[in-house]
Every structure is written in C-alpha cells, then in structure tokens.
C-alpha cells in the first residue's frame, strides 16, 4: 500500500507541474517577466556608401548641431556656450542671411520645423525654444527632463534623441511625449543618436563620433541600413577632434540629401549608392 500511495503522490505532482508550466506559456510576456526582444532581430541591414554631387561653402565658425532645408533656405542650429545660435544660410554661397544668438548659459543642439515655426534643443539646459521660422522671433520655451541633441518632424510627430538609443515622439503643439522606440542593429542597441532626419518613411540619424548614418523603421526602432560617408571631408580640412560629422538636411522637392559637420568648410550635396 505504501508503493501505491507514493506512485499517487508522484503522478499528482506531475499533473501539477504540467499545469503550471502550460499555465506560465499561455500568460503574456509581462507576467512571466522576461526580458524584451528587439523585433526582426534576424533582419541583416543594407550597406551604403554616397556621390557627392555638388559641393558648396560653409562657415567655418560653424559649430553645426543641427540642419534643415526648406523653400530654398537652409535652417542651421550650431552648439558651445557663447556661441549657439538658429541661422538661414544662402545654399549656393554659405552667406549667413539671418542670425539669432542664443544667451550664453545655453548650449544650442538639434532643430527642426514645424509649420511657420522652428524648434531648436538645447543640450544640457532640459530647454527647448520656439521661434519663429520668419522673424525668429522667440514664441515660448518647451522643457524635457533628457539631454537635447536632435530633432525632426515625419509630418505627425516631433522625433526627438538625448545621445542614448532611445528615440522619442512628441506631440508638436503640447511637446509632451507619446512614444518611444529603442534603436537597434538585430540584437545590438544603438548608441550616441545624434542628429535626425525624415526622410521617405524612415528617421536618418548620425552617430556621434562617427562618420556613419543609421536608417531607422520608426515603427520597431530596427536599424535597415547604414551609409557610411568615411572621407567625405578631405583629410586637410580635419583641423581638430571637433571636426565631426553633424549636419543632415533633405530636400523633399527635388530629392536632395545635404551634409555637413562641426567646423567644417564645406556643405555636402550627396546620393546615397549601394555598396
């Protein structure tokens, strides 16, 4: 009797771990507390590289952080203390035709346009401006409890990076967040987000330090190709560390991407080739 009333013990227990192990698969992710997967992990992003096709002169002076192109102008934002500022500049001869100098405890960072209005970030200042795009008259100040480092609107959302691998949307009257998406390359978080651009569906963004673009799928933060534009500034023109990739711009009428970087001397026009 004693065998039989073990055999009932044990085949009770392994009814009830059966039970509990179906219980635990068929319950979401949340309950079972595993760690998040990155989406299309498997998915081998595309490698590009670029033509320049004209080439055009920029200030020197210009610690650039951020660019956009519209009718015609180009829209700059540059960085340091004492010297950050929002710019139109004159495409063909780099003339600057308008300035507005931001007060010394600021940083200046990324910017964008919405509208009749620019958005500048600042970098360490959790502050935003709203200006204007015009008069640059200033119009209100925003607050964001990250770092401020690009900007960029796909025609719905503001698309916001701190220098992490987190991109944030924003609602663009309230400035208030309503999403976010982790960048990553398959199972590989992207680090040091810098300046973005949207274009045709997809969030371009430089990283820091590098002389490399990612292409972002806003839906799923999954990187589907990297442009590498290694040598595109001639190696005479590095004058020092800051010499670094930081100025995208695209050109929605005629389909034209534009490059530059911090101290550079030139303003890239640039098409995008397959390796």
Known sequence: ???????????????????????????????????????NASTAPVHYTYKVINTYPHDREAFTEGLVFSDGILYE?????????????????????????????????????????????????HTGFVYN?????????????????????????????????????????????IGSIQVHDGSTPINNINELEYIDGKIYAIIWLTNNIAIINPDNGLVTGWIDLSGILPAQNYTSPENILNGLAYDSTNNRIFVTGKLWPYLFEIKIVPE
């Not at 480092?149 to 503001?158: A, E, M, Q, V």
Request: proline share 4%; charged share 20%; net charge neutral.
């Open 133 to 177: 795009k015009d008069s640059f008259e200033l119009l209100q100040s925003l607050s964001y409890p990250t770092e401020g480092w690009g900007i960029t609107f796909d025609s719905k959302r503001l698309i916001m990076s701190d220098g992490t691998s987190t991109l944030y949307f924003w609602d663009p009257y309230t400035f208030q967040t």
């Open 1 to 39: 009797m004693r065998f039989r009333i073990k055999d009932y013990i044990l085949t009770f227990w392994l009814l009830l771990t059966i039970i509990t192990t179906m219980a635990c698969l068929n319950s979401p992710a949340s309950e079972r507390n595993l760690s998040p997967q990155f989406s």
């Open 77 to 125: 934002g540059t960085g340091l203390n004492g010297k950050s500022s929002i710019r139109k500049v004159e495409l063909q001869t780099g003339k600057v035709m308008q300035i507005h100098n931001l007060p010394v405890e600021y940083f200046g960072e990324g910017i964008t346009l919405y509208k009749d209005r620019l958005i500048e970030l600042t970098w360490k200042s």
